[in-house]
């Protein structure tokens, strides 16, 4: 092939019209320079690969479809908050510029969109489902630079070969899902400034790596696999060693900055939070078969994948295939990094705790790498079963959720959604008002250090209450006046062995009454009824 023939491949137009910022440009419009080796950035460019937008609404019609049956079986199995969506319905109350245990910037999103919609489970789960069609909408756009729409879609299907994709992000997981999500769209822009090199897309990738590191702080781990794999292919380095990489930093710091201040004012307090989660640094180094035990755990998603992906498609993987596109070396390296360096940080650093969730950023990077090895012939049988089976994990999950949902006592499990906190806070407040307090806000809510999540459930049915934690009550005076003089409760959950309630507690509130109650959960009919213990400060001078 000569050099004239090798500028002539119309592989360029691809992302640029898949992302909808132009039409669809004519093959000879956007030519697709050749690197030193004499090969063409995307050679695998063909007719089908840039057919037209309604081709890719049908993607974006599937993906939608998906997202939107989730949302809408959470909505209706229960108004009860989850643990993630607890945490953001307590951050939501206010903005800072940082919280106290993760990277700020999904509580940020609750809080500007609550301001608009208000602060309610309807808002949590549609920013959870919209950030869940992005990131799967994101990783096929990524594909169709490479793929036909049909391969596009396939290889967006194998995503749910990962349980973290397919069944925990769907269950809870609120920064999981956010982080992955800038990371494929990282990952897209980073193809197209490999592609075009305009100053704009450097600006828009800078934007995202600050975003990435606000979303969750392993998006480092995604940063640096993708910092190497750069260093490591020429079309990387052509990225990397241009001028306006500069701008990419500046962006990215401008858009941490603020973060950062807050960091450095509150000692780097979630940061030293996710360092004692993982138990970095212990002198007491996990053993072998523990560190082999944590690996297996780790890895074994990516054992999974692989392994389904090859019995189901071997007869089709090459390394011959790899050579015939080099666009996607970068990629398959990242996906290499993206393994390697959470492996020699768990050999190396031996922290005794590490869960595959947290590899959530870059799992999304071994499907496009194990596919670039692919030679794809989508009406071949073995590939429509491969998609058969990506489609039945799918509706397999979604019926298991609908029966964990709305069949405990079948499946045998209750789950925290199904705990009834509207019928809780209906029996609190009748008890409150045999008392004489018809008027909620003159109580403030307290729970137990460690229970958050009962905090914002009951806040979320009572939103003119306060939530003040037990351990602010037990120190801080202006608190304990302001409870006496407005009243409060001591939300205890009793199920929960080895919580106790400070000695100190009764003496600051000599008046405090006890109450009991008790609610069947959700859904269910043979597990006990949910307890909990309700302690009434009534309001000074009007003890009843």
């Given at each position: 092939?000569?050099?004239?023939?090798?500028?002539?491949?119309?592989?360029?137009?691809?992302?640029?019209?898949?992302?909808?910022?132009?039409?669809?440009?004519?093959?000879?419009?956007?030519?697709?320079?050749?690197?030193?080796?004499?090969?063409?950035?995307?050679?695998?460019?063909?007719?089908?690969?840039?057919?037209?937008?309604?081709?890719?609404?049908?993607?974006?019609?599937?993906?939608?479809?998906?997202?939107?049956?989730?949302?809408?079986?959470?909505?209706?199995?229960?108004?009860?908050?989850?643990?993630?969506?607890?945490?953001?319905f307590?951050?939501?109350?206010?903005?800072?510029?940082?919280?106290?245990?993760?990277?700020?910037?999904?509580?940020?999103?609750?809080w500007?969109l609550?301001?608009?919609?208000?602060?309610?489970?309807?808002?949590?789960?549609?920013?959870?489902?919209?950030?869940?069609?992005?990131?799967?909408?994101?990783?096929?756009?990524t594909?169709?630079?490479?793929?036909?729409?049909?391969e596009?879609?396939?290889?967006?299907?194998?995503?749910?070969?990962?349980?973290?994709?397919?069944?925990?992000?769907?269950?809870?997981?609120?920064?999981?899902?956010?982080?992955?999500?800038?990371?494929?769209?990282?990952?897209?822009?980073f193809?197209?400034?490999?592609?075009?090199?305009?100053?704009?897309?450097?600006?828009?990738?800078?934007?995202?790596?600050?975003?990435?590191i606000?979303?969750?702080?392993?998006?480092?781990?995604?940063?640096?696999?993708?910092?190497?794999?750069?260093?490591?292919?020429?079309e990387?380095?052509?990225v990397?060693?241009?001028?306006?990489?500069f701008?990419?930093?500046?962006t990215?710091?401008?858009?941490?900055?603020?973060?950062?201040?807050?960091l450095?004012?509150?000692?780097?307090?979630?940061?030293?939070?996710?360092?004692?989660?993982?138990?970095?640094?212990?002198l007491?180094?996990?053993?072998?078969?523990?560190?082999?035990?944590?690996?297996?755990?780790?890895?074994?998603?990516?054992?999974?994948?692989?392994?389904?992906?090859?019995?189901?498609?071997?007869?089709s993987?090459?390394?011959r295939?790899?050579?015939?596109n080099?666009?996607?070396?970068?990629?398959?390296?990242l996906?290499?990094?993206?393994?390697?360096?959470?492996?020699?940080?768990?050999i190396f650093?031996?922290?005794s705790?590490?869960?595959?969730?947290?590899?959530?950023?870059?799992?999304?990077?071994?499907?496009?790498?194990?596919?670039?090895l692919?030679?794809?012939?989508?009406?071949?049988?073995?590939?429509?079963?491969?998609?058969?089976?990506?489609?039945?994990?799918?509706?397999?999950?979604l019926?298991?959720?609908?029966?964990?949902?709305?069949?405990?006592?079948?499946?045998?499990?209750?789950?925290?959604?199904?705990?009834?906190?509207?019928?809780?806070?209906?029996?609190?407040?009748?008890?409150?008002?045999?008392?004489?307090?018809?008027?909620?806000?003159?109580?403030?809510?307290?729970?137990?250090?460690?229970?958050?999540?009962?905090?914002?459930?009951?806040?979320?049915?009572?939103?003119?209450?306060?939530?003040?934690?037990?351990?602010?009550?037990?120190?801080?005076?202006?608190?304990?006046?302001?409870?006496?003089?407005r009243?409060?409760?001591?939300?205890?959950?009793?199920s929960?062995?080895?919580?106790?309630?400070p000695?100190?507690?009764?003496?600051?509130?000599?008046t405090?009454?006890?109450?009991?109650?008790t609610?069947?959960?959700?859904?269910?009919?043979?597990?006990?009824?949910?307890?909990?213990?309700?302690?009434?400060?009534?309001?000074?001078?009007?003890d009843?």
């Amino acid at each position: 092939m000569t050099h004239d023939q090798k500028r002539k491949l119309p592989c360029g137009a691809s992302c640029d019209c898949l992302l909808g910022f132009t039409g669809y440009p004519k093959p000879s419009d956007r030519p697709c320079p050749p690197d030193k080796r004499g090969k063409t950035i995307f050679p695998r460019w063909d007719k089908n690969v840039g057919a037209g937008r309604g081709s890719d609404l049908l993607g974006m019609a599937v993906i939608l479809f998906y997202c939107f049956s989730y949302a809408l079986l959470r909505l209706l199995v229960s108004p009860s908050l989850e643990l993630d969506e607890a945490e953001q319905f307590l951050n939501g109350a206010f903005f800072h510029l940082g919280y106290n245990e993760q990277a700020p910037l999904y509580s940020w999103i609750f809080w500007s969109l609550s301001l608009l919609f208000g602060k309610n489970l309807s808002t949590l789960i549609a920013i959870k489902y919209c950030l869940i069609f992005i990131f799967y909408f994101a990783f096929y756009l990524t594909a169709r630079c490479f793929w036909s729409v049909k391969e596009s879609l396939l290889i967006t299907g194998s995503l749910l070969l990962f349980p973290t994709y397919s069944y925990e992000v769907n269950r809870d997981l609120s920064h999981t899902i956010l982080v992955s999500a800038i990371a494929v769209i990282t990952c897209l822009l980073f193809i197209r400034t490999m592609l075009y090199r305009k100053t704009a897309q450097y600006f828009l990738l800078g934007v995202f790596m600050g975003l990435g590191i606000l979303s969750k702080y392993n998006f480092l781990f995604f940063l640096a696999a993708l910092l190497l794999a750069s260093l490591t292919t020429a079309e990387g380095r052509r990225v990397i060693f241009n001028r306006r990489i500069f701008l990419s930093l500046l962006t990215c710091i401008g858009v941490l900055l603020p973060h950062f201040f807050w960091l450095m004012h509150e000692d780097f307090l979630s940061l030293r939070y996710a360092v004692n989660i993982s138990h970095i640094g212990e002198l007491n180094r996990p053993s072998s078969p523990t560190l082999l035990s944590l690996l297996g755990a780790v890895y074994s998603e990516v054992v999974v994948f692989f392994a389904v992906t090859v019995v189901f498609l071997w007869r089709s993987i090459s390394m011959r295939n790899a050579e015939n596109n080099s666009a996607l070396r970068v990629v398959r390296w990242l996906a290499v990094y993206s393994l390697t360096i959470p492996f020699i940080g768990i050999i190396f650093i031996g922290p005794s705790h590490f869960q595959s969730r947290w590899l959530a950023p870059v799992f999304f990077t071994l499907p496009l790498a194990l596919f670039s090895l692919v030679h794809m012939k989508i009406n071949e049988t073995r590939f429509k079963l491969f998609g058969y089976l990506c489609m039945s994990i799918a509706i397999v999950v979604l019926v298991l959720r609908v029966f964990t949902g709305f069949f405990p006592d079948v499946t045998g499990k209750v789950e925290r959604i199904h705990i009834p906190y509207r019928a809780l806070v209906q029996q609190i407040t009748e008890k409150l008002t045999k008392r004489g307090i018809d008027d909620l806000r003159a109580f403030a809510v307290i729970s137990d250090v460690d229970d958050e999540h009962i905090a914002a459930n009951i806040l979320a049915e009572m939103p003119k209450a306060k939530f003040v934690s037990l351990k602010d009550v037990m120190v801080d005076t202006g608190v304990q006046r302001d409870i006496l003089k407005r009243g409060g409760l001591l939300i205890y959950d009793i199920s929960r062995r080895g919580l106790y309630i400070p000695t100190r507690f009764f003496e600051i509130f000599p008046t405090a009454v006890p109450e009991t109650v008790t609610v069947p959960y959700l859904h269910s009919r043979k597990f006990p009824p949910y307890v909990l213990k309700v302690f009434i400060i009534p309001v000074k001078g009007t003890d009843r």
